[in-house]
């Protein structure tokens, strides 16, 4: 015992390093069998990544009948849709069991973190990032989309109004898309940037796009860790966990190629420039938006801090504003041509799953409770979840409560007026989650986070039919999330002088 107190975080750290090494290990599992699994998912029928391979194989001179036989689906295949569940499930498996174990261990050796634990945990996660840039994303295609879309500006389209067709899809696994951009047009100009650089090649497109996302995932960590400066071990320790070890930010946020990573780096940045008083705030946020409109209503959440309660005076506010809109204005003149720009996010909205009123909706149809009932309830708890936050922010006027106040805004969005939870989404919460880990909503969403990858899997497998995938997971993955906000409220009740 003596030893442990003097040599602080030396006794686990083998620990760590053997937990590091399974989910590494996993994580490369994934990209291998990404590359062997993709021909085979029920997608719509236009996605064709084997053959995208398969001719830049033989582009290298790469050509072995083994490799063709794999990234064609076929070796897969031979081994039924039980080998294809686990190729996909497996690595899943794995690093989520490794984060939970991770957990605990961490608040076992909660006295003995030091520096020394912090950069361990730190490294691994690094690791696991930096093998999931070479995962082919498997889940949906949103990731070739961004592709065509920025071939379409490049070569003069309005990807807002236009559906990429023909040559601008060349070299894709798109047979076609019926799509047009979903995304903010800050989104757009990266898109475009990469289409320009990549100058036709997808390989070196995909090589651009997860280092774009790579590089936002590392600024979302160490934006949240420098806001967490001062604050116990044990609490920076689990936002490395949480933004590092669990599958969700990796998998989703690098190995699939989504983008909502990208607009939390703004939202980060908003709260670490409010943090430091930099008169850059403003900036952040707009252009965390300006990838994903989701952010927009925070807007009226830093006005009312930089105004209210950091009392900058009108006028330098004003000017904070004029430089914020500058990239407001860069972003939309070459697209907004007609409002009708925003009626494909708009009706996003009638995409409804795995929302929490979806999670309910066995039961209430037993009952025969009406679905719009359910959902109202939703609106009104989470609304009052808002309202009560948002009065502790009036009392308090401080960054805790202010970081609290956007959690409860992000979550109300999420869960009743995006109108659908992409298991993708929750990494919105995330980095609000890890600034005040004993907040019910940050332990929830959490919960929520650890399960949501295998809710997507139903999906991704073609699982029980439509009526199936949308409600059973969501059912099983809400009732996790508050399994995990019970346990985490025992931990925490032993844990508490180590929290601070």
Not at 379 to 391: E, K, T
Not at 491 to 497: D, F, K, T
Request: hydrophobic share 55%.
């Amino acid at each position: 015992m003596e030893q442990t107190t003097t040599t602080p975080g030396a006794s686990w750290l083998p620990q760590v390093h053997g937990l590091g090494a399974s989910s590494l290990l996993a994580y490369s599992a994934h990209v291998l069998c990404s590359y062997g699994s993709a021909e085979l998912l029920p997608r719509g029928g236009v996605m064709h990544e084997g053959a995208m391979l398969i001719a830049a194989a033989r582009a290298l001179g790469a050509e072995h009948p083994a490799l063709e036989h794999w990234l064609s689906g076929r070796t897969l295949e031979a081994t039924g849709s039980v080998g294809l569940a686990i190729s996909l499930a497996g690595p899943l498996l794995v690093t989520t069991l490794v984060f939970v174990a991770l957990m605990a261990l961490l608040q076992l050796r909660a006295e003995q973190l030091d520096a020394r634990s912090e950069q361990c945990l730190w490294r691994w996660s690094l690791a696991f990032a930096s093998v999931s840039v070479f995962a082919l994303p498997v889940s949906v295609g949103d990731y070739w989309l961004s592709f065509a879309w920025g071939r379409q500006i490049v070569a003069g389209d309005n990807p807002y109004f236009i559906e990429p067709m023909g040559e601008l899809l060349r070299g894709l696994p798109l047979d076609r898309t019926h799509q047009i951009m979903t995304y903010g047009p800050g989104w757009a100009l990266l898109c475009a940037l990469i289409a320009w650089l990549g100058a036709g090649h997808w390989w070196l497109e995909a090589l651009l796009f997860k280092a774009l996302l790579f590089g936002a995932w590392v600024g979302v960590v160490r934006g949240s860790l420098a806001l967490l400066d001062g604050r116990p071990r044990l609490t920076r320790a689990v936002a490395l966990a949480v933004l590092g070890w669990m599958p969700l930010t990796i998998h989703f946020g690098v190995a699939e190629g989504h983008n909502d990573v990208v607009m939390v780096l703004g939202m980060v940045g908003w709260l670490l420039a409010l943090h430091r008083g930099a008169g850059n705030a403003t900036l952040w946020l707009v252009l965390g938006t300006l990838v994903k409109y989701v952010t927009a209503p925070l807007l009226a959440l830093d006005a009312f801090h930089r105004l209210v309660v950091q009392r900058i005076g009108f006028a330098r506010y004003v000017r904070h504003g004029l430089l914020a809109a500058i990239p407001i204005v860069v972003a939309f003149a070459p697209f907004l041509t007609s409002l009708d720009m925003f009626d494909v996010v708009r009706g996003m909205r009638d995409w409804k799953f795995y929302r929490p009123a979806d999670a309910l909706m066995p039961l209430t149809r037993r009952l025969e409770v009406p679905t719009w009932l359910v959902e109202r309830a939703f609106d009104v708890v989470l609304l009052g979840w808002c309202v009560i936050v948002a009065r502790r922010y009036w009392r308090d006027r401080d960054e805790p409560s202010l970081h609290a106040l956007a959690l409860a805004i992000v979550t109300m969005l999420l869960f009743t007026r995006v109108g659908h939870v992409w298991p993708w989404f929750l990494v919105w919460c995330l980095p609000l989650c890890v600034l005040q880990p004993a907040a019910f909503m940050s332990r929830f969403c959490v919960g929520l986070g650890l399960v949501a990858p295998f809710m997507m899997l139903a999906l991704t497998l073609d699982v029980g039919g439509t009526s199936w995938f949308y409600k059973v997971p969501a059912m099983v993955a809400y009732a996790t999330a508050l399994g995990w906000v019970a346990l985490s409220r025992v931990a925490r009740a032993r844990l508490q002088p180590a929290l601070g």
